[in-house]
């Protein structure tokens, strides 16, 4: 797919079989050279709905019930619920040996329905927690206290929440309908998160080989991937990311938008119908879409691949960058500012092609 990054002796931009829609006004995309940007995807501030909350706020909530399982160590949690939950890693001060998982059920002042059909429970041959119940109230939250390295397996339904904050696993599985899925500093050597409704939001940096998919109008916000392998997907819903920092990496919308920051790696990118912005593109990166506009900054040299059946394509590179220019659309822009050297100009069919190499 991508020609190694390394060897080469100048970036290639290449923008291939780009066809304007008809009545589009000319000069629609441009290829121009700018100065590096501040990147401008919000910095610290955080997106609406992604508060690391799975409580709802403004009530007190209560302990209804407890459990402290003693368990060995690299174990795994599984649960399945209909209500919150939320996984923390055990006070290492409290409990050095990490041979204890801690669970409790809280819920607002008036207690939850449901309890007595609450499965709580060790399996030590499996190594495995189980916590398990159809009937316990919604608007309940369970907490649980495991060790820093634990697997997890988890599946909430209807508007269970999730959220999973400061743990190590080698298998990390979590799966939710229209409650939100929340990963707070985790690390994995697997991981995967589905949502069939609900938002998926990464908070931190999670680290590992990343598989992500959301359903019908579902959100993805990340603050910091870094991993060998990412590969995520929405379907009508925005997909956000802060910074990428993979060997390899594949994002995917069959309607939303792509907006990432600072990406790194091998990358692809492809939406249907959507727009993909990168603010900040080093290394090789391939994005289309068939209907979107693309709106690409190009910082350190590597190979760049854009196309766009019926969109725009703006291209923006480092005023230092020396790359090997093919443009090609039906109206071409260069600006006056990109210094093209060797520049060539072919007309084929409805459209223009233009090639050279800038030079600072």
């Not at 709905?49 to 409580?55: D, H, K, L, M, Q």
């Not at 669970?103 to 189980?130: C, N, P, W």
């Not at 907006?259 to 939406?271: C, D, E, F, K």
């Amino acid at each position: 797919m991508f020609a190694p990054c390394s060897g080469w002796g100048l970036g290639r931009l290449r923008l291939s079989q780009l066809r304007v829609g008809a009545g589009r006004a000319a000069g629609s995309w441009a290829c121009r050279a700018g100065s590096a940007r501040e990147y401008g995807s919000g910095g610290d501030q955080r997106h609406p709905g992604s508060e690391p909350t799975v409580s709802r706020p403004g009530l007190a909530r209560q302990a209804l019930k407890e459990w402290a399982l003693l368990v060995s160590p690299f174990g795994r949690l599984r649960a399945r619920l209909p209500c919150h939950l939320a996984v923390r890693p055990l006070d290492p001060l409290s409990y050095p040996d990490g041979d204890r998982v801690l669970v409790a059920v809280r819920s607002a002042e008036g207690g939850a329905r449901g309890l007595a059909g609450l499965q709580v429970k060790y399996d030590e041959a499996l190594k495995e927690v189980t916590i398990v119940s159809d009937t316990i109230d919604p608007q309940a939250s369970v907490e649980v206290n495991a060790p820093l390295k634990f697997d997890l397996n988890i599946k909430s339904s209807g508007s269970g929440c999730v959220k999973v904050q400061n743990i190590e696993c080698d298998n990390c599985k979590i799966e939710t309908e229209q409650g939100t899925g929340i990963l707070q500093s985790v690390k994995s050597q697997k991981l995967h998160v589905q949502t069939k409704g609900g938002k998926v939001i990464c908070l931190g940096t999670v680290y590992g080989n990343i598989n992500i998919h959301a359903s019908d109008k579902s959100t993805v916000t990340i603050d910091k991937l870094q991993g060998s392998t990412v590969n995520i997907s929405t379907e009508d819903g925005l997909l956000e990311a802060k910074y990428l920092y993979t060997e390899s990496s594949f994002l995917s919308s069959a309607a939303g938008d792509i907006t990432l920051g600072s990406v790194h790696g091998n990358i692809t990118l492809h939406s249907n119908m959507g727009n993909i912005t990168v603010d900040s593109s080093s290394g090789c990166l391939k994005a289309s879409t068939h209907l979107g506009a693309i709106d690409v900054y190009v910082s350190q040299l590597g190979k760049v691949e854009l196309k766009s059946h019926e969109g725009s394509i703006l291209v923006k590179v480092a005023s230092s960058l020396q790359a090997r220019l093919e443009l090609s659309g039906k109206e071409v822009d260069v600006n006056s500012e990109v210094h093209v050297q060797e520049m060539a100009e072919a007309h084929k069919d409805d459209g223009v092609i233009i090639t050279g190499t800038s030079k600072s």
